[in-house]
């Protein structure tokens, strides 16, 4: 057993520590039943001598034969009735210990995966299925082991000692010849126990990579039906469980060759100690009775002798399920609580960047470069910038997911890292870009962010955030199952959910990822509204915006590029820099025209097929501003107005990042 080996099997006991009662009534029920399986062979012996005559019993003298048979026969039966007793109630106990330290180990390595921090779990490269496989291999590996050992060893051992002890009050010569084959089986078993060990691993390793892939495939049906790669994932899947058969079929030979050779080893035994203790019986050197106790210890002996050595096997497998499980329990975690760190009963909401620092690989450039800002109470702070320019990084770092680099981040002056996590983030209200929901009804989804909110909590958030209209449509309304991760909803009604459930914690600050990208207009419009109304509550809002009209009264927007600030002001004050938020806005509202003028397009073959002669022709353009393009129609909400596009620079040639 190596260094690193002890220590986690003594902490796995100590895991057994609560049951210590349960554990030791089962070591002391397995014992006596072992006591019982090594003295029975004695009490054959005193029936059969009994009855040739050559011994006499103990039992009174005026029995007659036929009561001294029925009663050693009522004693046998009496012992196999106390035998299946604590046999039974033995096992009862065991799988109730079983149970419980499973639970016990499951408690322990789930909630560590809960509490690792978010960049561990993106960092993940084996999948949520291989994390499982593995997981589910290492506890239930570990748990039959832990029986094996902790309840087969002991009792193997007393029955040895019991057998080697009866064995030599009847006949010296036979128990060493006995002892001369007991071993040899057991030795070929550890030899064959250095490899098991690797195998397992091995095995371990296939399984793992199958239903990793497996799970991801699942993740993506929607990906893998749009390429038809239905047939490609299947026989992936089946090529992998293939080879990872083929290495079971492998192992299964291996063990059954050392089984066969082990078998004949034991037979060989067996007639040898058969063949010359009926010599040394027709001898008279031993009794018929002490004959028959040979055979039947003969056979007992090898099956303890073996089960020692499997000890051996089982030994090396618990260290690759030990080092499974203890991989996952031990995982550091990378944001961690300070052991001072204290609770903010009350916060009113102002959050402050000071020159913060971050990135995701210390041998990369930082995701945010001396990121400075300051949000008071009742303002809204947006996010804007091309894709990859660190908005969601951002706001990430609000809710600590991440530690900075350097610098520091306030929430009402004092430093996050000072707080306990979920205290931190009992605080914060999220809207999600990846609005994926449970597999539960809207209700529930709804009340995640606070259990004990009463239905009418709920329909005030849903109200709040456009989804109650949807919902009461819905057969089942509030509890309509939205399937997993809310497939059963559109990306608009999942989105409408998310808000309502960010807005039912009523916290004092509000952070919405792309909040309004699926909506349609009616509902962008409602959660403006409520926007609106969250900041006359003196509610901090941060908001990322690819609808650059959601953000356009924002108090305060931080233009990102490259996780720098190029640029921070409100929209009229961006908007006469003529920088990159101008560049932004610009190519969205160009964007809204082109596609204002291709739908009035669309409508003219149905117009020229009904009849209508006015639909021939487009009517004519509206002037142009000085970009040389035309104003956006009335009826498109994005962007700024035309007399604002009018007075932007001449469009640069380059094409603007899109804006996420």
């Known amino acids: 057993m190596d260094n690193q080996t002890q220590p986690r099997v003594l902490r796995l006991f100590s895991y057994l520590r609560p049951h210590w009662k349960l554990t030791a009534t089962i070591v002391t029920l397995t014992l006596l039943t072992s006591s019982l399986n090594a003295i029975e062979p004695m009490i054959q012996k005193v029936l059969i001598d009994t009855l040739s005559g050559a011994q006499q019993t103990l039992l009174p003298a005026q029995l007659t034969p ?142 793992t990579a199958i239903y990793a892939r497996f799970n991801e495939g699942l993740s993506l049906i929607k990906l893998v039906k749009a390429f038809v790669l239905e047939d490609a994932e299947l026989g992936r899947f089946l090529f992998g469980t293939e080879a990872a058969n083929r290495l079971t079929a492998k192992q299964i030979e291996i063990d059954q060759r050392f089984q066969f050779v082990k078998n004949v080893i034991m037979d060989l035994g067996r007639l040898t100690i058969t063949g010359y203790g009926a010599y040394l019986c027709m001898k008279g050197h031993i009794t018929i009775g002490a ?19 499997e000890m051996y096997e089982t030994f090396r497998k618990t260290k690759v399920y030990l080092d499974i499980l203890f991989d996952v329990i031990d995982k550091p975690d990378s944001v961690k609580d300070l052991p001072e760190a204290r609770e903010l009963e009350t916060v009113s909401g102002e959050v402050e960047f000071d020159a913060v620092t971050v990135g995701y690989n210390k041998d990369k450039p930082p995701a945010l470069k001396n990121v400075c800002f300051k949000a008071k109470p009742g303002q809204m702070i947006a996010f804007v910038g091309p894709s990859g320019a660190g908005k969601t990084t951002l706001i990430d770092m609000i809710f600590r997911f991440f530690d900075p680099w350097s610098g520091r981040i306030m929430l009402d002056g004092v430093d996050i890292r000072d707080l306990k996590q979920k205290n931190l983030r009992k605080h914060l209200g999220m809207v999600p870009q990846d609005t994926a929901l449970f597999n539960d009804t809207i209700m529930n989804n709804i009340k995640i962010g606070r259990p004990d909110a009463t239905d009418e909590d709920v329909y005030s958030a849903a109200k709040a955030a456009g989804a109650h209209l949807f919902i009461e449509r819905k057969p089942d309304r509030y509890n309509t199952m939205v399937g997993e991760r809310g497939q059963l909803l559109s990306g608009g009604e999942r989105q409408r959910v998310a808000i309502a459930r960010a807005m039912i914690m009523n916290p004092p600050i509000y952070v ?130 035309p007399a604002l596009i009018a007075s932007s620079a001449t469009v640069p040639a380059e094409p603007a990042p899109e804006v996420k």
């Open 66 to 207: 036929y009561q001294i048979l029925a009663t050693i026969i009522g004693v046998l039966l009496g012992f196999a009735f106390i035998r299946g007793v604590l046999t039974g109630f033995s096992n009862y106990l065991s799988w109730r210990l079983q149970l419980y330290s499973k639970l016990s180990l499951l408690q322990r390595a789930v909630g560590n995966i809960f509490q690792l921090s978010l960049s561990q779990h993106q960092s993940e490269t084996q999948g949520v299925g291989a994390v499982m496989t593995r997981l589910d291999r290492g506890i239930n590996g570990l748990s039959w082991a832990f029986f094996d050992i902790g309840f087969k060893l002991l009792p193997s051992l007393l029955y040895l000692v019991w057998t080697i002890v009866f064995m030599l009050s009847m006949d010296v010569r036979l128990t060493f010849i006995a002892l001369a084959f007991a071993p040899v089986p057991a030795l070929l078993g550890l030899w064959g126990g250095r490899v098991y060990a690797m195998r397992e691993q091995l095995s371990t390793n296939k399984w």
């Open 512 to 641: 919405l990822d792309e909040a309004s990208s699926a909506l349609d207009a009616e509902s962008e419009e409602l959660v403006h509204k409520s926007m609106n109304d969250l900041r006359a509550l003196n509610k901090t809002l941060f908001v990322i915006a690819h609808r650059l009209s959601t953000i356009r009264d924002a108090d305060q927007i931080i233009v990102l590029r490259s996780g720098e600030i190029v640029e921070k002001g409100t929209h009229e004050e961006l908007i006469k820099k003529g920088g990159l938020y101008h560049k932004l806005v610009t190519v969205q509202q160009l964007s809204a025209n082109a596609e204002a003028i291709e739908a009035e397009v669309s409508k003219r073959p149905a117009a020229v097929k009904s009849g209508d002669a006015n639909a021939v022709s487009l009517p004519p353009p509206p002037p142009a501003g000085p970009t040389g393009l035309p104003p956006a129609p009335a009826a498109v909400a994005l962007g700024p107005s």
């Open 291 to 309: 004959f028959v106790a040979f055979i039947s210890y003969t056979n007992n002996l090898f099956g303890p002798a073996m089960g020692l050595a």
